[in-house]
């Protein structure tokens, strides 16, 4: 019969499983590669993006919906920055692909090593070994 858990039991085990430290690890790590990703976007390629279109400041790029009136501030859609956050994911996209491509490749590797030879069984002896060993032992107890 099966044990009945509440809810708080229930997260109890699943936070005392090993696989959730190594989530949260993988989480901060994740979030450190984001902030990386974002600048190599936002500091190396959007730049140079904005130098071959002649020097528009990419993250610049928008539709202008409402101009801005005095306090008001404008309202406008700012594609250029979306360009820019598109772009961000693809890059850890690949990243994340390339990694998983190495993992599965060395599963793949050690999955097709061969596996180490077992040693041969020593041979059992012949009949007249046998029969010699017997009075080997035999010779033995009488002399003991």
């Known amino acids: 019969m099966k044990e009945k858990k509440g809810f708080f039991g229930e997260f109890k085990e699943f936070i005392a499983r090993g696989n959730v430290m190594d989530m949260a690890v993988g989480v901060i790590i994740g979030g450190a590669f984001g902030k990386i990703s974002t600048s190599l976007v936002n500091d190396i390629i959007m730049p140079l993006i904005s130098m071959l279109t002649g020097g528009v400041d990419f993250s610049a790029w928008k539709w202008v919906l409402k101009a801005a009136v005095g306090e008001t501030p404008e309202v406008a859609v700012n594609f250029g920055v979306f360009l820019a956050t598109i772009l961000d994911f693809i890059i850890i996209a690949f990243a994340v692909f390339c990694m998983i491509k190495a ?40 002399k003991s």
């Open 103 to 142: 993992i599965n490749h060395l599963h793949r590797k050690k999955a097709e090593a061969p596996a180490e030879p077992e040693p041969e069984p020593t041979p059992e002896p012949s009949a007249e070994e046998a029969l010699l060993t017997e009075i080997r032992d035999l010779l033995k107890e009488q």
